[in-house]
């Protein structure tokens, strides 16, 4: 499976197209990193526990469009783009999309 | 008696560990984007190499949480009131967005160059629905090709 952000892949040609795949995870943080996070807000600086948290749901978002491209048969996805809302306090929406396409 | 000490040590305290962290923190930026200066990331859609052949192409991405200290969010507030420049904030925002393209970068590993770079930001945390910004993330994706030599 070959993942770009761009309109083709390179080297390739596509021969049919799929239309539009996506994938979209919803998560929230346990308590005790929330606990954690609020502390390091004082002095300021990276949270690497949201970091963490929000980098697997991302491939979790990727891993669920990528399985429905391959229940349509494609070998590749173009063009995927990624957005990010918070749905509710506490909680935030990767959503991953993009074309499903067949290069040969 | 105890809420008068309370609120000077929060501030006192996120000055100074809040300043240690991120001059530490613009170090290991500065040395880290000159070991990638190799890899160039760009914005456009695809490069011309007339003669070399595109090996592979893959999606790359990385991302960074920061969040701001005490003193900033209260210098931040102040400047609400007279408006301009929120200096704090711009050194905040400039730390994610270099720090992701860094570990963008990492992920691609020995590619030769990395097209139509996209960088995003958004609010997270308790604060995200309200006006004040406790942190922020910054992620950068690109397509990652690797050239014949």
């Known amino acids: ?104 | 008696m105890n809420n008068f000490l309370f609120f000077p040590t929060l501030i006192a305290m996120g000055y100074v560990v809040g300043t240690l962290v991120e001059k530490r923190h613009y170090r290991s930026i500065h040395e880290r984007e000159k070991k990638f200066l190799y890899l160039p990331a760009v914005t456009m859609k695809t490069v011309t190499h007339p003669d070399q052949k595109v090996m592979s192409a893959e999606l790359v991405c990385g991302s960074a949480v920061i969040s701001i200290d005490y003193f900033k969010r209260l210098l931040a507030s102040l400047r609400n009131i007279f408006g301009g420049t929120v200096k704090s904030y711009e050194s905040l925002i400039d730390r994610a967005r270099r720090e992701a393209l860094i570990r963008m970068k990492e992920m691609a590993g020995d590619s030769t160059v990395i097209v139509n770079v996209r960088i995003e930001t958004s609010t997270i945390g308790r604060n995200a629905n309200k006006k004040g910004v406790g942190c922020l993330e910054a992620m950068a994706y690109g397509t990652a090709l690797t050239l014949e030599k």
């Open chain 1, 1 to 104: 499976m070959i993942i770009t952000n761009i309109e083709t892949v390179p080297g390739k040609t596509i021969v049919e197209h799929f239309g539009l795949v996506s994938g979209s995870t919803i998560r929230a943080k346990h308590v005790g990193r929330d606990l954690m996070a609020g502390l390091k807000n004082l002095v300021g600086g990276e949270l690497k526990g949201y970091t963490q948290l929000l980098h697997e749901s991302r491939q979790q978002a990727l891993e669920r469009m990528i399985e429905q491209a391959r229940q349509l048969g494609a070998n590749a996805v173009v063009n995927v783009r990624f957005s990010t809302s918070s749905v509710a306090q506490g909680a935030a929406e990767l959503y991953a999309y993009g074309t499903a396409v067949h290069v040969k």
